[in-house]
């Protein structure tokens, strides 16, 4: 009898898939990645076409051992890690670090871990998709790069344990720019007016508000102003003077994608992002259904598409039409608008079986389980249910040349809202008096109630708003919104009160030096860019090694120049150097002056350039005057020791004044003179 060995990655899924499949099936665990780049090293090959150096996880040893022998012993090994990039680098890994025959490995994916879901998986199996494991191998380069060579710098310039990256230097930025924008936020004051009428026949009164002038909105600015209008306003009769009837309709939400999930979450349960994967992955692998077994009871957590399978559509459009009537399905489907971002492999984040209710399966489920599920299942339901109607009635009211406005909405039909609001949505405006109101309705003003605001700087980022705003950036993915936070609170860059995200001393020191150093590592549109050229790889229109050779050349070869002209030494010295760069000028500086790359010492203490040049202050565009062609004309006399020092640096290690500019453009991260240079240019 033939025997088949299913490896996925973690033992909770281990212990739900036994019980779908027979006696012939092994199912055994990973427990995640088994290879990675060394901690030691760099662990990539430059000079070979950005070829990675794996070895094997400590700790690992002994799990690859036993995989190895039920390998050994199996007829077919299924690779079923998790469906996507991670999941197929890991497969990939495996394959590698087992050494398994191409013949009888197979890889299969599930987007969800039920019986069918399983058994459907074993009849498609495929071979693995190298596409999605360079686009993960480029991921885990281009992180390693930036990682690897500029945490040193920090540990250096500020403590040890610091660290940059990629992802998590561009969100840092994100909470340093909004603290910014916070702290250089002017409040500016604005006016509010209610008029309280009576309306004859009607016991309680109406509230209405001032809007402005029949034609034009008016923002009252202070006090005087508000003075003027009530003044104006004194001896006034209020009559209506519009009364206009209508509806509208608000459209059901789409079902949760990751960062939705986790937005949600924040603001319904109160949840942080690490918390919510948890426990989206502990629901996902399995729970145990009294009845039914241990079972995932939702999709795959990692996406960012909001598709839904056909079967799972037609079950959820089956299942509102018996509870709620046929007038609450939803007329077609609807998913978000097409997005170069989204990677649509996969489904949105949906209950397994929609008649698995959260009701039915609370006491099998944790408190913060249960609480997860039932908004995960509350808004697949919703998203495919019709949109709620309301029928609007906005009365104005004319007082002399101003306008107050009175509006109200009603529930004409409920539709999605039976079952799901979203958090802090807004409440609709109650006034029962206005469905009473006609054009000949008497009004009689009781008083007015007026109130002294001042604008608001933006929010405070929480960990929602942060994740929706990287989302809409395309900085990280799904899978790395929370690890991101995670890490960024870890290492004490930012802190958390209530829901607020603050930016710390240690975040705005590490993120002045990112932005000073290496601007284009935090730039977040550069680093969109690369998200965009990862997927492209995954997609297979861009070859790994050209996205690890374009985010990497200036960090290898430059580095690797760099470390051979003395480079340590020179940025040792870092506070006392400027980089220019003028195309042209590069005839006019003798100091360092190669292909438009110009090194100019820099001293703190005379507050500016040495040997610098005399500016044309008569033209916008500065020009170098001739008269700075000598090397020390316009030096100041203390400064001169650092212009030496320089020299003597460039002399000791034979290197050219504009080996080290290039070397210190390195070190800031600045592109512009060197893109499109080759190695020997250096």
């Not at 199996?125 to 360079?134: E, Q, S």
């Not at 979203?422 to 405006?429: D, G, L, R, S, Y």
């Not at 861009?542 to 070869?557: D, E, L, T």
């Not at 340590?568 to 190669?594: G, T």
Request: charged share 30%; aromatic share 8%.
């Amino acid at each position: 009898m033939a025997h088949y060995l299913v490896i996925v990655e973690s033992p909770a899924k281990v212990k739900t898939i036994k019980k779908f499949l027979g006696s012939n099936y092994t199912v055994a665990a990973s427990q995640g990645h088994v290879r990675d780049l060394p901690k030691s090293q760099l662990g990539i090959d430059v000079e070979n076409d950005y070829e990675p150096k794996y070895i094997t996880i400590r700790g690992k040893g002994e799990i690859l051992a036993t995989l190895r022998k039920e390998a050994k012993k199996s007829d077919k090994v299924y690779l079923a890690t998790d469906p996507d990039r991670e999941g197929e680098a890991i497969s990939w890994h495996l394959a590698a670090a087992l050494k398994l025959d191409e013949k009888k490995m197979r890889r299969i994916t599930f987007n969800e871990i039920t019986k069918n879901a399983v058994k459907a998986s074993l009849k498609a199996p495929r071979d693995i998709d190298m596409d999605l494991v360079d686009a993960q191998q480029a991921r885990r380069e281009l992180d390693r790069m930036v990682g690897y060579k500029i945490s040193p710098l920090l540990w250096a310039k500020v403590k040890r344990g610091l660290s940059a990256g990629r992802v998590q230097s561009v969100a840092l930025r994100i909470v340093a720019d909004r603290e910014a924008e916070i702290d250089a936020f002017i409040p500016e004051e604005y006016w509010s007016l209610d008029a309280q009428l009576k309306v004859k026949g009607e016991k309680r009164p109406l509230t209405a508000k001032f809007y402005g002038t029949e034609k034009k909105k008016m923002t009252i600015h202070s006090k005087e102003e508000m003075d003027e209008i009530l003044k104006k306003l004194e001896n006034e009769e209020f009559q209506i003077t519009d009364i206009k009837n209508s509806e509208r309709t608000r459209k059901a939400p789409l079902p949760f994608t990751t960062s939705t999930l986790q937005q949600e979450a924040a603001k319904a349960l109160n949840f942080g992002t690490q918390k919510t994967m948890r426990i989206a992955q502990q629901l996902y692998e399995g729970v145990d259904i009294k009845g039914n077994g241990t079972v995932g009871v939702i999709t795959y957590l990692r996406t960012d598409s909001t598709r839904i399978s056909e079967e799972a559509d037609a079950a959820a459009r089956s299942y509102i039409a018996e509870t709620y009537g046929e007038a609450y399905v939803a007329e077609g489907t609807k998913t978000r608008s097409a997005d170069k971002k989204i990677q649509d492999a996969h489904e949105a984040i949906r209950p397994t079986d929609i008649t698995r209710t959260p009701a039915a399966i609370k006491d099998s489920l944790s408190r913060d389980q249960f609480r997860l599920y039932q908004l995960i299942w509350k808004r697949f339901t919703a998203s495919r249910m019709q949109p709620a109607k309301y029928e609007t009635t906005a009365v104005k009211i004319g007082a002399g040349e101003y306008c107050f406005t009175v509006s109200t909405a009603r529930v004409a039909f409920d539709g999605f809202r039976s079952v799901y609001v979203e958090a802090e949505e807004e409440k609709e405006e109650s006034n029962v008096l206005v469905g009473h109101l006609s054009m000949d309705s008497v009004l009689t003003k009781e008083e007015f109630d007026p109130k002294q605001h001042f604008t608001q700087p933006p929010a405070h980022y929480t960990e929602a708003s942060l994740v929706k705003t990287m989302e809409e950036l395309g900085i990280g993915r799904p899978s790395t919104y929370a690890p991101t936070i995670s890490l960024i609170l870890g290492r004490r860059y930012i802190t958390k009160e209530g829901k607020n995200l603050y930016l710390t001393e240690i975040g705005e020191v590490v993120n002045n030096i990112m932005k000073q150093s290496f601007p284009s590592i935090v730039d977040v549109h550069f680093t969109a860019n690369m998200e965009g050229l990862l997927d492209m790889v995954e997609e297979g229109k861009v070859r790994a090694i050209g996205a690890s050779a374009m985010y990497g050349y200036q960090f290898q070869n430059m580095q690797h120049v760099a470390e051979k002209n003395g480079w340590h030494q020179f940025v040792a010295m870092e506070n006392h150097y400027n980089l220019l760069y003028r195309e042209d000028e590069r005839e006019l500086l003798p100091i360092c002056k190669q292909d438009g790359v110009m090194l100019m010492p820099y001293s703190p203490l005379a507050g500016g350039h040495l040997a610098r040049p005399t500016w044309n202050s008569s033209s916008k565009r500065s020009q170098v005057d001739t008269s700075a062609r000598s090397k020390y004309d316009h030096a100041e006399q203390q400064d001169l020791p650092i212009i030496k020092r320089v020299a003597e640096l460039a002399e000791k290690h034979n290197v050219k004044m504009s080996q080290i500019a290039l070397a210190w453009q390195w070190a800031k991260g600045v592109t512009a003179p060197i893109v499109g240079a080759t190695k020997e240019q250096y």
